[in-house]
Nanobody, 116 residues
Framework: QVQLVESGGGLVQAGGSLRLSCAAS??????MGWYRQAPGKQRESVAT???????TYADSVKGRFTISRDYAKNTVYLQMNSLKPEDTAAYYC????????????WGKGTQVTVSS
């Protein structure tokens, strides 16, 4: 079974930075990324990166967040700079297998809280 280990969440002041990490125990993934969900809001895609390095970002985080992959470590990172209170949410790692079977996995979530 694929296990996703997330880390890096926490409490920061507005304008601060955090770096989220998600390490997958095994597998080759076509997409790795991060979603977030705030209380009372719909879960949304924050950033994704394909195996080929193509990235996507939510408009709300463009210019502030950077997603990257370490293939050797099978890990995806999300560098979050200039954090805003609106970024407060539970952040979930997401990975999709490259096999074409549609199998994907979610991390258990890591809380990011930005104070003002």
């Amino acid at each position: 079974q694929v296990q996703l280990v997330e880390s890096g969440g926490g409490l920061v002041q507005a304008g601060g930075s955090l770096r989220l990490s998600c390490a997958a125990s095994r597998g080759i993934f076509s997409i790795m990324g991060w979603y977030r969900q705030a209380p009372g809001k719909q879960r949304e895609s924050v950033a994704t990166i394909t195996r080929g390095g193509t990235t996507t970002y939510a408009d709300s985080v463009k210019g502030r967040f950077t997603i990257s992959r370490d293939y050797a470590k099978n890990t995806v990172y999300l560098q979050m700079n200039s954090l805003k209170p609106e970024d407060t949410a539970a952040y979930y790692c997401y990975v999709q297998r490259v096999s074409g079977d549609g199998i994907h996995y979610w991390g258990k979530g890591t809380q990011v809280t930005v104070s003002s």
